[in-house]
């Protein structure tokens, strides 16, 4: 079966949300400790959301340079796939792993809605199981959210397909061109702000218009780490 | 003890959320001529006495590295506290 590892920071608030939609997916969860020097052989990495550190110096920096940071960085230019959600995208960007930066939201408050998003590369390690063009809804949760980068970094971002999810309806906090979330070259390491792994289970995610509470969108990204996987 | 000082603040081109909701405080109490915008001040102390170029050089690194990213902030400072920052700093 394969492992795929969470790695919990001092702040960490949602990474036994991911471990249960990794159990979900079909996959081992793997609890990780940011001061470790050890991933334990997983064969992908999830950054789950928080506030690491109480968001200290900027939301993501401290944890970027924690111990077992260094080892997910050279797995990820290795091909692992890491996945960053909310936390785990700033701290994705401070390790310089993904371009870009995420800043307080426009409207200076903290939001929390379930947030649609159109998937506009479902070729990464986690969004393989998606259509190109498919609308999801999943969590959103954020104070700091607002992806920015300069005009080049938008320009190659969107010609090389690197915009892996567009916030669709509403932008929620002022991010450049609706990014929601991107991917590096690669394909294998991809963040994003919404958090899949608060839509995997039935009864607890978001509402559809079948069923109260019924989304589980947010499965699929777990799946896909999976599919990839297999693929290799 | 030399203590130096590295002032961060946020891009000149980009929004700044806090700066703004504090000229917004400013503006309900009357004192709205005024646009605002929020930094960092770090102060990094060192024991001994000697102040030399490499540590400074040291103290620069960091300040690229780690107190600010560039993405989103420039540092737009480093000097020594209670004495004139050598040439070249």
Redesign the interface.
Known sequence: MAKIGVVTFPGSLDERDAQRAIRLAGAEPVALWHGDHDLQGVDAIVLPGGFSYGDY??CG?IAA?SPLMAEVISAANAGTPVLGICNGFQML??AHLL???L??????NFIRRDQSLLVENPDTAWTNEFAKGEEIVIPLKNGEG?Y???AATLERLEGEGRVVFRYKGVNPN?SLRDIAGITNERGNVVGLMPHPEHAVEPGFGPNTRVRMRSGVDGLRFFTSALHALQAV | MPTIVVEVM?KAE??D??G??IAGALARTGRGEFQVRQGKRFELTVPGDELTQELLDRVREIAAD??S?S??EDVVGVHVVGRETPAGV
């Open positions: 110096l900027r920096a340079q960007v401070e371009p870009g930066g800043i307080r939201n426009d409207h200076g607002g920015i980068a300069d002022g | 946020p980009l929004l959320p806090q703004k909701a780690i107190l990213n993405v989103i």
